[in-house]
């Protein structure tokens, strides 16, 4: 493999003149920049990525730690942060846990990696690292963004949806077509963002005097939502009437959403007709669901390009746009009916009008 020193021996000037010309840092007369282009061509040079880094300091790498890569949420963090860090001419470094070992060392171990790798900066989601391992993590890096929660001493490093609005527009979205009997499948309780979300939930139905008529305990899997769909079978009498019984229930994230609803089509049950379902999120596959599932958009790709864009201005001085206020929405398709009873309060905002009328036939409800 050829050097730089190789390179200025052929084109017969100095190793000085040489990295001016190929940095493109200071000045070098027309004629040396011709011998040295020509040279490295002819010998087929590359500049050392570790000389580069050790002369500009720096490495040109982004660094992104997710707790696993199955999951659309974690994926899509990942190809937002990617997006934005290529249209300014860097590249990441990814480093994932692993769901079969404990949380917190895998998040320590990945970003103790990242940083072994000097990469300039880091993306950081997932909650698995305590308030007070981010902030002792500032003490080692300067420049790191956390999404999906907030802590109040790293307020400007955090970026994060209005999880609690999320819960109350699931609520609402549910109140507002006449459901009262609501059925709960919460997250993992250690997640800060699913404590929001139930929070958020539970508020808004205590504003109109309701609470969940059922709850079930979840872990954002798909294996849950069916566990929870064979409890409610069991549970949920659809020989009652409709406003007797459950008629909704409120999944705190879209997989448990599936897996809910294809446990209870295989059950003979229908969805929405027997019993509307909302999830959260708005993962890419809500809209290829059998029925298209109904749930709030958060916007995590967004919050993702705001966080990777301020890094950038953090390690390189790139000056990143404004943060436009993003907000959590409902997205409204055909996994929710109207329910028994009178609509409370008006609709939420809807981001996601229902599917094309030629391709999904509207269905109706009658009111008891």
């Not at 990242?114 to 900066?121: S, T």
């Not at 907030?150 to 609520?171: K, N, V, W, Y």
């Not at 089509?265 to 890419?284: N, Q, T």
Request: aromatic share 6%; with cysteine.
């Amino acid at each position: 493999m050829s050097t730089i020193k190789d390179v200025a021996r052929q084109a017969g000037v100095g190793v000085a003149t040489v990295s001016r010309a190929i940095s493109g840092r200071g000045s070098v007369s027309p004629r040396s920049l011709e011998l040295v282009t020509a040279a490295a061509r002819a010998l087929d040079y590359r500049p050392s990525a570790i000389a580069r880094a050790l002369s500009l300091k720096r490495s040109g790498a982004l660094g992104v730690y997710v707790p696993e890569l199955a999951s659309f949420f974690h994926s899509s963090i990942v190809s937002a942060a990617d997006k934005v860090a290529r249209a300014h001419g860097t590249h990441l470094i990814v480093a994932c846990g692993s769901p079969m070992r404990e949380g917190r060392q895998e998040a320590i171990t990945g970003v103790d990696f990242l940083l072994a790798r000097d990469c300039d900066g880091i993306v950081i989601a997932g909650h698995e690292l305590s308030d007070r391992d981010l902030l002792a993590l500032r003490e080692r890096m300067r420049h790191f963004v956390v999404i999906n929660r907030r802590i109040p001493r790293l307020r400007e490093q955090c970026f994060a949806p209005d999880h609690r609005e999320g819960g109350r527009i699931a609520a609402r979205a549910l109140l507002n077509r006449g459901h009262r009997r609501i059925a709960l499948l919460e997250g993992p309780a250690r997640a800060p963002d699913n404590r929001q979300r139930l929070e958020g939930f539970r508020e808004e139905l205590a504003r109109h005097g309701l609470a969940p008529a059922l709850v079930f305990e979840g872990d954002f899997s798909r294996e849950r939502g069916w566990q929870v769909a064979q409890e409610l079978m069991q549970r949920i009498d659809r020989d009652r009437p409709p406003a007797q019984r459950c008629s909704a229930v409120f999944c705190a994230n879209d997989r448990m959403a599936m897996g809910l609803t294809s446990r209870l089509w295989l059950g003979g049950w229908r969805v929405p007709e027997d019993l509307s379902v909302i999830g959260y999120d708005d993962d890419d596959f809500a809209p290829f669901t059998t029925p298209p599932l109904s749930t709030v958009r958060m916007p995590m790709t967004e919050l993702t390009e705001q966080a990777t864009a301020a890094l950038l201005t953090r390690c390189y001085g790139i000056e990143a746009a404004p943060r436009p206020a993003l907000a959590p929405a409902l997205a409204s398709r055909l996994s929710v009916l109207d329910g028994p009873f009178a609509p409370l309060g008006p609709a939420p905002l809807t981001t996601v009008s229902p599917p094309d009328e030629t391709l999904f036939p509207a269905r109706t409800k009658s009111m008891p």
